[in-house]
Nanobody, 115 residues
Framework: QVKVVESGGGLVQPGGSLRLSCAAS????????FGWYRQAPGEDIEVLAL???????NYGDSAKGRFTMSRDNAKNTVYLQMNSLKIEDTAVYYC?????????WGQGTQVTVSS
């Protein structure tokens, strides 16, 4: 069993920054792949950033240039630094942990960008 917990969401003004955290715990025996996603009301889920076990990363178009993903393998934790936030970044942000045979999702953390 693997538990995934996101934190760090909240209310921020346009142009502001937030740092999300995602901590995975449980039966994790090697560095997993992590992914950050988001879902706005009425929209499909969107991939923001992927971090693979080999250290390679990919960013979705919405995240490029503004969001940066980092990881602490010793803690099985990843972060998403979000800068220059826009109103359209308002969504529930989810973390996914991919162990190969199975993947696990957190409960999500709400990010609201509003003046």
């Amino acid at each position: 069993q693997v538990k995934v917990v996101e934190s760090g969401g909240g209310l921020v003004q346009p142009g502001g920054s937030l740092r999300l955290s995602c901590a995975a715990s449980g039966h994790i025996f090697s560095s997993p792949a992590f992914g950050w996603y988001r879902q706005a009301p009425g929209e499909d889920i969107e991939v923001l950033a992927l971090s693979r076990s080999d250290g390679s990363e990919n960013y979705g178009d919405s995240a490029k240039g503004r969001f940066t993903m980092s990881r602490d393998n010793a803690k099985n934790t990843v972060y998403l630094q979000m800068n220059s936030l826009k109103i359209e970044d308002t969504a529930v942000y989810y973390c996914n942990v991919n162990l190969g045979p199975a993947s696990y999702w957190g409960q999500g953390t709400q990010v609201t960008v509003s003046s």
